[in-house]
């Protein structure tokens, strides 16, 4: 029987409707919108395409988008300094450093330098070592995006066996904790571990994140798992992921496609991330309402 597909456009939209609910709730309270300041830095085409989506989710949901892009040429002291002001910035809930940055500039420096608590991408150590010792914090937003998913799905994670293919501190590693927080049983394979295959077959829950195009094949599957494909990977076929989606749908329960699947959420779970920090930031009376 062919798999259920796992509608990640309606999902994220169901997500990004409830925040922006919830902004509303919230504006009178802060007396401003939510912020979210946005840097980007260098040319990257794609960069600019990511970050002028995000700026436009953001306003659909009622949050301020701040937009800030420096000289391609910004030294890391200068990059780090445009940071720390954001950090100070009252009308600044969250912030977002577009990843990649150029050579002359060390992103950990810059992550490193970021307020946790405007930490909307969840990549600081701070906000990393929370969510490894289970504690709330900020999450990065692809790993919460695959949470939301499978609860779209009804798939609880609690007793199950997942297995991650991939070990990204963006996307694998978050995703481990996440999982474990919601007690399955985890596996992480990278690109070192020895038969992919025999691990994914245990998987009920089965998440590929390598960016590596049909990697994941249907014969690495058991019969009625849930697949969710985080791989985005650009070919000559068009947008790809990591799943041979065609032949893995004949033998999972549920399937998230490639477009359409995880790539929605990452935006939503992006906005509900600035709508928490603003939340945290106008209960904890560092807000001047
Ligand atoms: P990465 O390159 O940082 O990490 C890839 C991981 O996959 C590594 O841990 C590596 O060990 C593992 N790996 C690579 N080849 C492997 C193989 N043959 N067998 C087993 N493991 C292998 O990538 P990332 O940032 O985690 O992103 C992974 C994929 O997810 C990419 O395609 C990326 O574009 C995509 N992505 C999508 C979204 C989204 O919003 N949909 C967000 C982030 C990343």
């Known amino acids: 029987m062919s798999a259920t597909v796992i509608d990640g456009k309606a999902v994220a939209a169901e997500v990004r409707e409830r925040v922006r609910l919830d902004v509303e709730k919230l504006e009178p309270e802060l007396g401003r919108p939510p912020g979210l300041a946005t840097v980007l830095v260098g040319d990257d085409p794609a960069s600019a395409i990511y970050v002028r989506n995000k700026r436009k989710a953001s306003e659909e949901a009622g949050i301020r988008s701040i937009h800030h892009e420096p000289d391609g040429g910004i030294s890391q002291e200068d990059l780090i300094e445009l940071v720390e002001q954001l950090n100070d910035s009252e009308e600044v809930d969250g912030i977002l450093v577009q990843l990649p940055l150029p050579d002359q500039i060390d992103p950990d420096a810059v992550i490193e330098s970021l307020d946790p608590g405007k930490d909307v991408d969840g990549l600081t150590p701070t906000s ?28 609880d994670p609690a007793g ?13 590693r978050p995703l481990a904790s996440l999982l474990l927080g919601a007690d399955a049983t985890v596996t992480t394979c990278h690109s070192k571990t020895p038969d992919l295959g025999e691990v994914c077959r245990r998987a009920d829950i089965l998440v590929a994140a390598a960016g590596r195009p049909a990697l994941v094949t249907a014969d690495m599957v058991r019969e009625g798992a849930t697949v969710i494909d985080v791989g985005t990977n650009r070919t000559d076929d068009g947008l790809v992921g990591d799943v041979d989606f065609e032949a893995v749908k004949e033998v999972a329960g549920a399937i998230t496609p490639v477009p359409g699947g995880v790539g929605p959420m990452t935006i939503a779970m992006l906005l509900a991330n600035t709508l928490r920090a603003a939340e945290a930031r106008a209960r904890s009376g560092t807000q001047r309402v």
């Open 128 to 155: 990393a070592g929370l969510l490894a010792r289970g504690q709330p914090g900020l999450v990065p937003c692809t790993p919460q995006g695959v949470m939301e998913l499978l609860r779209s799905a009804g798939v």
């Open 160 to 172: 199950k066996e997942a297995v991650i293919v991939g070990r990204s501190t963006l996307v694998g």
